[in-house]
């Protein structure tokens, strides 16, 4: 299995990374990569994982595919640089063996257990599961897709298809998975194989994520119509007052702080995840 971490951020960032992803276990024929994706960063230093450069396009996907074109395993894991992961999270995703027909593995992701006095953010998404593949597989057998958080693709299967599109910004789980199951390829799920996922720490970073997921579900819709139909912004913003404002005060006389905090945050992440489909999610290339 060839390991992709596609990473973004500063010099200590990428050290923090590289020594979290540095406790996965290989065997003969793995590899690891951290794909640098950051503008204006030049080689890394040597450390406990291999980083390769790839800051001229600034798009997940490209640094995706570029780890990918470094390995020759069957089998490509993509997961995300916030990530922690197992030492043992390969072996989880051959219990069991995948079918013939299986292109893609969806590894299991649990939210960063925070306690009730925590931070609020990172609460809220503790008890929203909300990086779990239950989320984005419960769209349905049509439309449902494994996050990229934690994710597993044959190669010949991921070669068939042209891999990720690399102009895009987010959405490249989503379009890899329609695409492979166009083509006939199958899903499964390997809930043993799984990360624990860091958690944003403030409303504007919960926010950020949301507008770009916005943009992403309304440039899927363009390709994929009825995938990520929008909801009517008219009265959305009046909806999310009222119901914030309704869940705060029964929330107030309930003593219940995280009540509160689902009422909160789940009205800006409705709010943002809408007027995030504006926004561009191609990244038109430059000279």
Do not use: C
Request: glycine fraction near 10%; avoid cysteine; proline fraction near 8%.
């Amino acid at each position: 299995m060839d390991v992709v971490v596609p990473f973004s951020g500063t010099p200590a960032d990428l050290e923090a990374v590289r020594l979290r992803f540095a406790r996965i276990r290989l065997r003969d024929g793995d590899s690891i990569v951290v794909v640098d994706n950051t503008p204006g960063h030049g080689p890394a230093p040597a450390g406990p994982v291999p980083v390769i450069n790839a800051a001229e396009f600034p798009t997940p996907p490209y640094a995706r595919n570029r780890g990918a074109e470094r390995g020759s395993a069957e089998w490509i894991v993509f997961l995300d640089a916030d990530v922690v992961p197992g030492g043992d999270l390969l072996d989880g995703y051959f219990e069991p063996a995948p079918g013939e027909r299986t292109a893609l593995l969806a590894g299991g992701v649990i939210d960063e257990p925070v306690p009730p006095s925590g931070p609020a953010v990172p609460r809220y998404n503790h008890l929203r599961r909300a990086m779990s593949q239950d989320v984005t597989l419960g769209y349905g057998p049509r439309w449902g897709f494994p996050q990229t958080a934690n994710a597993a693709v044959r190669r010949s299967a991921f070669e068939s298809v042209g891999g990720f599109r690399d102009h895009i910004f987010n959405g490249e789980d989503a379009d890899l998975t329609y695409r492979l199951r166009h083509a006939g390829w199958e899903v499964e799920r390997r809930e043993d194989a799984t990360v624990v996922h860091l958690s944003r720490a403030s409303a504007y970073a919960l926010a950020r994520q949301k507008l770009i997921h916005g943009s992403a579900a309304a440039w899927l819709n363009e390709q994929y119509p009825g995938s990520f139909e929008a909801r009517g912004r008219a009265g959305l913003v009046w909806w999310a007052l009222r119901f914030t404002v309704a869940g705060v005060a029964q929330a107030v006389r309930e003593r219940n702080r995280d009540l509160a905090i689902l009422k909160v945050f789940d009205a800006l992440e409705n709010v943002a995840y809408e007027f995030g489909r504006s926004l561009s999610n191609e990244r038109p290339r430059t000279r």
